[in-house]
């Protein structure tokens, strides 16, 4: 064969790997972030169930109406932040380390806002500031999860997660063990780079010779 017309080939098939690993990478980055507008959605709502229900005191005299209200209130408020825990499991995948003892932290805050106290008691006063407090600490949480998944769904990190799930080992949970692995895996990425680096230069060479 042309040793123009391979270098032609070359260019066209790296070309494409290129193009098709880019689409991939936009298909999940757009997937995650649809999923993280539905969680900030979720926990918004959330915060506005909330803030309307302990702005209600539940007293002796109220009336069967509002009580039954009340009572609707609590179950949808319990039911979406069940949902949201589900929607954690999604999104902390791609967080990092501090982000993520971060994010359970503070999502663990929105919700002792939320139905901590006196919910669900059989008689309670308004608590004003306590629904003030729901809106607080939703701002924090969707600010987080915003930037959370911002710094974590670049390329390089998708690549690195989809290789970390090839590894013939079980990850380590502590944070010692975590930044250990790290190492080791520097380590190694590092002369997988340099290899990588050697090929490319060496086909480069050889591209230069057959042109």
Same mark, same amino acid.
């Given at each position: 064969?042309?040793?123009?017309?391979?270098?032609?080939?070359?260019?066209?098939?790296?070309?494409?790997?290129?193009?098709?690993?880019?689409?991939?990478?936009?298909?999940?980055?757009?997937?995650?972030?649809?999923?993280?507008?539905?969680?900030?959605?979720?926990?918004?709502?959330? +915060?506005?169930?909330?803030?309307?229900?302990?702005?209600?005191? !539940? $007293?002796?005299? /109220?009336? *069967?109406?509002?009580? =039954? %209200?009340?009572?609707?209130?609590?179950?949808?408020?319990?039911?979406?932040?069940?949902?949201?825990?589900?929607?954690?499991?999604?999104?902390?995948?791609?967080?990092?380390?501090?982000?993520?003892?971060?994010?359970?932290?503070?999502?663990?805050?929105?919700?002792?806002?939320?139905?901590?106290?006196?919910?669900?008691?059989?008689?309670?006063?308004?608590?004003?500031?306590?629904?003030?407090?729901?809106?607080?600490?939703?701002?924090?949480?969707? +600010?987080?999860?915003?930037?959370?998944?911002?710094?974590?769904? !670049? $390329?390089?990190? /998708?690549? *690195?997660?989809?290789? =970390? %799930?090839?590894?013939?080992?079980?990850?380590?949970?502590?944070?010692?063990?975590?930044?250990?692995?790290?190492?080791?895996?520097?380590?190694?990425?590092?002369?997988?780079?340099?290899?990588?680096?050697?090929?490319?230069?060496?086909?480069?060479?050889?591209?230069?010779?057959?042109?």
């Amino acid at each position: 064969m042309n040793p123009a017309l391979q270098g032609i080939l070359l260019t066209a098939v790296l070309g494409a790997a290129a193009a098709y690993l880019h689409q991939l990478w936009k298909y999940s980055k757009d997937a995650y972030h649809a999923r993280v507008d539905e969680a900030c959605e979720l926990i918004l709502e959330i +915060a506005d169930r909330g803030a309307e229900y302990w702005s209600v005191g !539940r $007293l002796p005299d /109220i009336s *069967f109406t509002k009580r =039954e %209200r009340l009572k609707l209130a609590e179950v949808q408020i319990t039911g979406r932040i069940a949902q949201l825990q589900f929607l954690r499991l999604m999104l902390q995948s791609r967080f990092s380390l501090f982000d993520r003892d971060r994010f359970n932290e503070l999502i663990a805050t929105f919700q002792d806002a939320s139905t901590g106290g006196d919910f669900a008691s059989n008689a309670r006063d308004a608590d004003l500031q306590r629904a003030n407090g729901i809106y607080v600490a939703a701002a924090d949480l969707t +600010a987080h999860v915003r930037d959370a998944a911002g710094r974590g769904n !670049r $390329l390089w990190l /998708i690549i *690195f997660r989809e290789v =970390e %799930r090839w590894l013939p080992y079980r990850r380590p949970v502590t944070r010692a063990g975590r930044i250990e692995e790290l190492l080791w895996l520097s380590f190694f990425l590092g002369l997988f780079a340099t290899g990588s680096f050697l090929v490319i230069r060496a086909l480069s060479n050889w591209l230069e010779a057959a042109l």
